[in-house]
């Protein structure tokens, strides 16, 4: 088969069971924009139930079609019947591109379709394009420890599969067509050949602080950081000025704050209003992961990339400078 003879673009709707992710809201949104350039139609594609209130939020994004499968194999999340429903569903449609959320699970059972396909998966793009001239979509993200966005094409294959992180792409939905086709395939897959048994579910500990997502204010801090005893006056800070907590990967590789703080490429992408970097020398690897309306940046090396990213730059130390903030907060709220 020719490259043309693939046509059309697909956004996997992670769900369980209640409610989609957002992440595959986000994807449709985005998606759309690009399905609008390259003329091809936008399906979503949900496996097994999701109540209707949820699908149409999906449709609100601007969705030319839905693909619904249902079949065994279904009844909670595992890799082999999931990888199998896309391949089965790939090799009757011929979609042209496949994007997954890059989730524990999306990331689980993305590169396995494709491979079973034959074709190529890219991570973790943080921006989407596509060359006119050979149909190719164009996954663009850091590479080579940030110091280059390179563009990832899949130039031969097809499919072009890709897993997109939660948070890339913001949810803007665009509002339902007026028509949406509706495809009903049943993919069985036996679930004795499903080689993980499903033990419980045990819920993520909710810690508000954890969850910086949509913070409106974020105080993130570096690898300038010496050790977990100078942290608690950017915890202090972060709460006068009632935002919170957030990190580089250098501070959870050193078992100082957890991932969940983590911002960046293989993080949490955030868009506060105000964003306050301490000791964060400003690899593209991290700053991709940051939207601030506001960018301050304190750190001692006047030549550190994160000078060229913020609105307002501090050369100083870090601790100074944050310990001077909390002290400048205070007095103005005396
Ligand atoms: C595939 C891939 C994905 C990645 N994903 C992420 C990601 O999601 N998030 C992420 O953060 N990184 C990520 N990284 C790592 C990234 O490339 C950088 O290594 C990392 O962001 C550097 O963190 P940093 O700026 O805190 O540390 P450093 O680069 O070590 O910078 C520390 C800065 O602090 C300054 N400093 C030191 N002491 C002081 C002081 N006392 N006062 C003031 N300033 C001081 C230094 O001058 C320096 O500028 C990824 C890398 C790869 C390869």
């Not at 399905?35 to 699908?55: H, K």
């Not at 500990?205 to 010496?226: F, Q, Y």
């Not at 301490?278 to 001692?300: E, L, R, Y």
Request: one cysteine or more; a negative charge; aromatic letters at 8%.
């Amino acid at each position: 088969m020719k490259k043309s003879d693939y046509q059309n673009m697909w956004v996997y709707i992670e769900h369980d069971g209640r409610t989609a992710a957002p992440v595959g809201l986000e994807l449709c949104c985005e998606l759309r924009k690009l399905c609008d350039q390259t003329g091809d139609r936008l399906f979503a594609v949900v496996l097994g139930e999701l109540p209707e209130s949820e699908l149409d939020k999906v449709k609100d994004c601007g969705i030319d079609g839905i693909i619904r499968v249902s079949g065994t194999g279904y009844e909670y999340f595992n890799t082999d019947a999931w990888a199998k429903a896309f391949t089965v569903l790939s090799r009757k449609y011929n979609p042209s591109a496949i994007f997954v959320g890059g989730t524990i699970d999306g990331r689980d059972f993305a590169p396995r379709f494709a491979v079973q396909l034959e074709t190529g998966c890219t991570s973790d793009a943080m921006e989407l394009g596509w060359d006119a001239e050979t149909g190719d979509i164009q996954f663009i993200e850091p590479a080579v420890g940030g110091k280059i966005m390179a563009v990832i094409t899949v130039p031969a294959l097809r499919p072009q599969v890709g897993t997109i992180r939660p948070g890339t792409f913001p949810c803007a939905p665009v509002g339902a067509k007026q028509e949406i086709e509706r495809i009903e395939e049943r993919i069985d897959f036996d679930p004795e050949k499903i080689r993980c048994r499903h033990l419980g579910f045990i819920p993520d500990e909710s810690d508000p602080e954890l969850d910086i997502a949509n913070a409106d204010c974020i105080v993130c801090v570096g690898n300038g950081l010496k050790d977990s005893e100078h942290l608690e006056r950017y915890r202090t800070l972060a709460k006068l000025l009632g935002g919170k907590l957030g990190c580089t990967r250098p501070l959870y590789d050193r078992g100082i704050l957890p991932y969940k703080l983590q911002i960046g490429q293989s993080g949490v992408m955030v868009k506060p209003k105000l964003y306050i970097s301490f000791g964060v020398s400003g690899a593209v690897n991290h700053t991709a992961g940051v939207d601030a309306d506001v960018f301050v940046a304190v750190g001692k090396n006047p030549e550190a990339q994160i000078f060229n990213y913020c609105d307002y730059g501090i050369v100083g130390d870090m601790d100074e400078v944050c310990d001077e903030m909390i002290a400048q907060i205070k007095a103005l709220r005396q």
